[in-house]
Each structure stands twice: as structure tokens, then as C-alpha cells.
């Protein structure tokens, strides 16, 4: 917080909202308070964990955000907020393309 001469904080830095920490794993970030409730959170199971590597490589040039979550087992966060059907519409366009490009794989989305 910054001061000012008199010693009270600036107006400024008296009105910035508080940073909220997000720990996911063993990884912790602070970022400014947002919403996460109103982001469509979506999984996908892969057939074959061993394609796991390619599979978030995939997603994360897509511009989502992928947790893995178990063996196999990712939970997807579109970049941007969108109605869940229409989420979920776009993910599975994602994952479609994800498929063809990918020979041998398979992933179901799943909820």
C-alpha cells in the first residue's frame, strides 16, 4: 500500500480491491477477485492417458485452461464466459478436432 507525505495511504491504493489466491495442486496465484463460479467447469476423460501431454497442448492452444485432475481425467475452463450449452457445444467442437488430428485417441466429455 502506497503512503502518502502525511502517512495515510493514497486514495488509490485505498481503493483497490483485495487479491484473492487461488491454489490449484501445489501451484498458487494471485489474482484480482473474479467470479469463478460463473465459468462452466467441464471434464474429459481420456481412453488412453498416455496421450495426456498432447491432449493439454491441444486444449491450451484452443486458449482454455486444463487442470489435470487423475489419470486421464482433465477439467476444462473456457477463456471466455459463455452459456453452459454453448460451452459445452464448443468444447466438444474442440474435441472433435482433437480426435481427427489425433490418430488412436479417444476423449469423452463427461458430467
Known sequence: MEAARDGEPTIA???????RTIVLGNF???????????RTVMRVRLEDHRYGDD????????????VEQGT???????????????????????LSMWKRSTPGA???LID
Do not use: K, N, S
Open 106 to 108: 479417444d476423449a469423452a
Open 28 to 38: 498458487q496465484a494471485t489474482r484480482p477477485p473474479f467470479d469463478w463460479h460463473t
Open 13 to 19: 491504493a485505498a481503493a483497490a480491491p483485495p487479491l
Open 72 to 94: 486421464g481425467l482433465y477439467e476444462i475452463f473456457l477463456a471466455h464466459d459463455l452459456p453452459e450449452r454453448l460451452a459445452r457445444a464448443e468444447l466438444a467442437a474442440y
Open 55 to 66: 491432449f493439454m497442448g491441444f486444449m491450451q492452444r484452443c486458449r482454455c485452461i486444463v
